[in-house]
């Protein structure tokens, strides 16, 4: 009876801190996988066993903004938390059209309903949609967004943290980017720490990975990093990893753990090496002309929303990557730690990289992102 109580008192809790979502079924922005509002609802198959809630809003907004990301919104039906993106998600949606009073209402998309992060972000670009969540591909409209991806340049979240949330750099580059592309950086979550897998055999050095096919995601400088490593590179979309694990189109792949869990890749991968060879971002950006036209109050109440979201996405990335899913990867794969030695041998064998990047976008950005990152290090005693 204690236990029955006590469950009852948490999901009332969670049901007033956040709303629900759904998973599309048709491509079509007009229907939201989610609304907004505490009101009357009816369920919404979004994925297998998964059911969630779309609202009936009983005010009218004034501004609705539509936001498409890759997670699934698999939490809370069959997942111990929400994947990082859908964490930011929830915790934006609910804190915007709260302070706005409904003013502003907020329309999830998760699971690549509207189509993948390119199509998405395309589709932000033009004003198809407000909102939208990134990695790697925002490097196909700025190149020098590649910096971020040098391999084994953070030593740690925290030093990432500190780059994106205090660098002028980063100020500058993200201004930059809106300059070419029409989005706004709000935010800057987490992917996570991205580690190599295969189906083939441990690896413990760089020699391991000779002869081996990975899929990297789709932007230049993972390529080169793998191929610096003596493997070969194939780019695919997030969406094709298991078939092309599982029919031998590739070895491995590269991805934080959280990602590996939540995916399943762990089905049709038997090897991990924690290398931690890139700290991988989530770019949460909106329409400039959308941000503009919103009066300064709700520019505020999107801003304030946007700082606590990215906290969200960051704090979920951590706990499932460190604890929640790194048991569930430690007990289906087998799982390796390199040593000292060895790290510094995968960071000796990734070196063209930087090369290879200085070539493409210039010495003074590269110096300049190395130098800020440096202090970043400094300031938690690197």
């Known amino acids: ?55 009936v809003r009983t ?8 936001f498409a990301y890759y997670d699934a919104p698999t939490w809370p039906s069959i997942s111990k938390l929400p994947l990082p993106e859908h964490a ?24 690549n309903a509207l189509g993948d992060t390119k199509a998405t972000m395309e589709m932000a670009m033009s004003g198809g949609i407000e909102m939208v969540t990134c990695t790697g591909t925002a490097s196909s409209i700025m190149p020098e967004l590649q910096v971020i ?11 990432a943290w500190d780059f994106f949330d205090n660098s002028q750099l980063w100020k500058d580059m993200a201004k930059t980017f809106e300059e070419k592309s029409g989005l706004k950086m709000l935010s800057v979550g987490q992917n996570g720490t991205r580690h190599f897998t295969n189906s083939k055999r441990p690896i413990h050095t760089p020699a ?63 090897y991990i090496t ?15 002309d959308f941000w503009n036209s919103l009066p300064k109050e709700y520019q505020h109440i999107i801003t304030i929303a946007a700082y606590h979201a990215q906290n969200a996405d960051r704090a979920t990335e951590d706990l499932a990557s460190r604890v929640l899913d790194f048991e569930s990867v430690k007990s289906s794969m087998e799982v390796y730690v390199p040593t000292s030695a060895e790290l510094d041998a995968f960071k000796k064998a990734a070196a063209p990289t930087y090369d290879w990047l200085r070539g493409e976008v210039g010495n003074e950005i590269v110096d300049k992102f190395l130098a800020e990152v440096k202090k970043s290090e400094a300031n938690f005693g690197y």
């Open 59 to 66: 005010v009218k907004p004034d501004y609705t903004i539509r």
């Open 88 to 111: 930011y998600a929830l915790v934006f949606k609910s804190i915007v059209e709260a302070n706005s009073n409904g003013k502003i209402a907020v329309d999830l998309y998760p699971g």
């Open 149 to 159: 991806f040098l391999p084994y340049v953070f030593k740690s979240d925290e030093v």
């Open 208 to 270: 391991d990975m000779k002869g081996l096919k990975f899929r990297v995601m789709q932007s230049p400088i993972y390529v080169k990093m793998v191929e610096a490593m003596g493997a070969a590179a194939t780019p695919l979309a997030s969406g094709e990893i298991y078939t092309a694990c599982q029919t031998g189109v590739v070895d491995g792949q590269e991805n934080p753990i959280w990602n590996i869990a939540a995916n399943k890749w762990n089905e049709v991968q038997k």
């Open 1 to 55: 009876m204690k236990k029955t109580m006590v469950a009852l008192v948490l999901i009332a809790i969670v049901s007033t801190l956040f709303f629900g979502c759904a998973k599309r079924e048709d491509a079509k922005p007009a229907t939201p996988v989610a609304a907004a509002a505490p009101a009357a609802t009816a369920p919404v198959k979004a994925e297998a066993n998964v059911t969630v809630k779309q609202e």
């Open 274 to 288: 924690l290398d931690g060879h890139t700290w991988s971002e989530n770019f949460i950006m909106m329409n400039s």
